[in-house]
């Protein structure tokens, strides 16, 4: 770990963020507005593709990308995930509605689209499956981990099907993506946010490191028309976790 690359990677991304402030307010409309159009998805993902290089992402991608709308699931393995997915496909993930009172970072999200949901309430999932069908019905792509918690990148945990049900309402087509984070010990170990780690201490690290290798794979869209939410679950699974017996 370099201290003196991650202080440099760590100034640069600040300013970026400053940039990011200025975008949203002068690009993408209100805050509140969720109907982006094709131009301000853009301005987004290219903010974010910066974003990946400045803390030192080598990023590869293999597929293409499923027109909007679609349902996109992915494996968890950190909070990079998101700035990856999101630089790449034009999507809205979900989040807890705390990090919309978050600086700086909850104007971010909040401007990119961000689905706030009130994550642990009795009612968090039915308001995350009814906020998705609405981006679903308007044409725009939402995104999900249906692990929903993040691992160690060695392997796929089950996907849960629940949230399936906004792609099976709304006819929606299912956009599995597998994200790896390959490393000569198979995964790079300074990756996967687990234990309870501290996400400043966390970032920093990668930030130190000299590049971080990056996989994402879109694998073939699976239709939702007439499949039980568990058996679309298990498919998207399936097709992730091919991925990862393939590269091993």
Not at 25 to 49: C, M, N, P
Not at 156 to 178: M, N
Not at 179 to 185: C, E, K, L, V
Request: with cysteine; glycine share 6%.
């Amino acid at each position: 770990m370099n201290i003196f690359r991650g202080t440099f990677r760590l100034l640069r991304l600040l300013i970026h963020l400053l940039k990011g402030i200025h975008i949203c307010y002068t690009a993408l409309g209100d805050v509140e507005r969720f109907d982006l159009t094709e131009k301000q998805h853009r301005i987004i993902q290219d903010w974010l593709s910066t974003v990946a290089k400045i803390i030192g992402i080598d990023l590869t991608v293999h597929g293409t990308p499923q027109k909007s709308p679609a349902f996109v699931v992915a494996n968890h393995v950190s909070w990079l995930d998101i700035v990856i997915v999101a630089s790449v496909l034009p999507v809205s993930f979900l989040s807890k509605v705390e990090v919309r009172k978050w600086p700086v970072v909850g104007t971010l999200a909040a401007k990119s689209g961000t689905l706030f949901i009130h994550r642990g309430s009795k009612t968090g999932a039915l308001e995350a499956i009814h906020l998705m069908q609405e981006r679903l019905r308007a044409g725009h792509s939402v995104a999900s981990f249906p692990e929903a918690k993040t691992t160690d990148g060695t392997r796929v945990h089950a996907f849960h099907p629940r949230l399936f049900a906004a792609a099976i309402e709304t006819k929606s087509t299912i956009q599995p993506v597998a994200i790896r984070y390959p490393h000569a010990s198979g995964v790079n170990p300074i990756v996967p946010f687990v234990d309870n780690r501290n996400l400043v201490k966390h970032a920093f690290r990668i930030m130190s490191a000299k590049r971080t290798a990056v996989e994402l794979t879109l694998c073939e869209p699976i239709s939702s028309k007439g499949q039980p939410r568990k058996q679309l679950a298990q498919l998207a699974r399936n097709s992730v976790a091919d991925v990862f017996e393939n590269s091993s």
